[in-house]
């Protein structure tokens, strides 16, 4: 993760130079599938969960939509099958879309919250980051999801992500800054580094050393575990 290849590979990988089309899925009985994108999310409402039933969204890029595995490998599906094991009685909606910007994603926080969430795993900023895109932005434009989530009584479960340092010192310091700083503002669970103990491990990642593998995933379940616990009555 410290060097310029890592940085161009994930400028084309997760930057989304070609959204993952098969990755939407609206089969019934799924809810770790992943949905949501605002050209399916009519046909993804179908995911949407009974009054009694408690609802998780894990809502991100790439990186939440599982590219490269199947979506029982995907994170969203790891981590439903912990909650059940655990004892919980919850759900996971897979609300990945790979390419999404913190913009895309504002855009689809009514489907979000359609889907009537008790919790919301927010997973992006990384494409706007790789893109060189505003951190006024970009902070901005989560706080504006976190707003709109929080107004809704959803708890929110921040995924904080760093850029490689060939995008400049200054550029990655203030973007890192922005995770840290909306937690504290919003008074949120913050996950410091999404890819924490994975990012850089070839072991954990797929041949394009970007997106983990079914290993990987289950290295940032674990790792999400302790700080999404406490928030399952």
Request: hydrophobic share 40%.
């Amino acid at each position: 993760m410290r060097s310029l290849s890592w940085g161009i590979l994930l400028l084309v990988l997760i930057g989304g130079s070609g959204c993952r089309q098969d990755s939407y899925d609206h089969s019934e009985g799924r809810s770790s599938r992943t949905a949501g994108s605002e050209e399916t999310a009519s046909s993804a409402l179908r995911l949407s969960s009974p009054d009694h039933e408690r609802v998780i969204v894990a809502f991100g890029d790439s990186l939440t939509a599982g590219l490269g595995v199947t979506s029982d490998e995907a994170y969203p599906a790891v981590l439903e099958r912990k909650i059940h094991a655990a004892g919980f009685p919850y759900r996971v909606i897979n609300a990945g879309v790979s390419g999404e910007t913190t913009a895309g994603g504002l855009r689809r926080v009514p489907w979000i919250l359609q889907n009537r969430p008790e919790v919301v795993i927010l997973e992006l900023g990384a494409n706007d980051g790789l893109r060189g895109l505003s951190i006024v932005e970009t902070k901005k434009n989560l706080a504006d999801i976190i707003d709109a989530l929080q107004k809704e009584h959803v708890r929110v479960v921040l995924a904080g992500m760093r850029m490689p340092p060939n995008y400049g010192k200054e550029y990655t310091e203030a973007f890192e800054k922005i995770f840290p700083e909306l937690a504290k503002r919003y008074r949120l669970t913050l996950i410091p580094f999404f890819l924490e103990g994975v990012a850089g491990r070839s072991g954990l990642n797929q041949p394009d050393g970007i997106h983990p593998t079914a290993q990987g995933y289950q290295r940032i379940v674990d790792n999400l575990w302790p700080r999404l616990k406490p928030l399952l009555p």
